[in-house]
């Protein structure tokens, strides 16, 4: 079965940076593309970054632009999320997110929070 888990979330001081970790299983993770959403308390759950399958080709939400990167390690089934110059409105939980076979998959999620 799919399986989503990320990983690399926690508290840090706006400014900071933090990367997010998603290891992958029980599908063929290099064959599909790969999104980041986040939802913060009250909002509506957002898509943060999308990776192709092969990793040629990134997007961004214009809220993100120049401060975070997605990556993929196609061997290690694995997609991060490198996330820079945070700020108190990054605050949210991150979900990885899949869809295969038509069929959208996420992960528990893992909480961010940016705060002094």
């Known amino acids: 079965q799919v399986q989503l888990v990320e990983s690399g979330g926690g508290l840090v001081q706006p400014g900071g940076s933090l990367r997010l970790s998603c290891a992958a299983s029980?599908?063929?993770?290099?064959?599909?593309?790969m999104n980041w959403y986040r939802q913060a308390p009250g909002k509506a759950r957002e898509l943060v970054a999308r990776i192709t399958s092969n990793g040629g080709s990134t997007n961004y939400a214009d809220s993100v632009k120049g401060r975070f990167m997605i990556s993929r390690d196609n061997v290690e089934n694995t997609v991060y999320l490198q996330m820079n110059s945070l700020k108190p409105e990054d605050t949210a939980v991150y979900y990885c997110?899949?869809?295969?076979?038509?069929?959208?998959?996420w992960g528990q999620g893992t909480q961010v929070t940016v705060s002094s």
């Open positions: 997110n899949a869809v295969v076979y038509g069929y959208a998959y």
């Open positions: 029980g599908f063929t993770f290099s064959r599909y593309a």
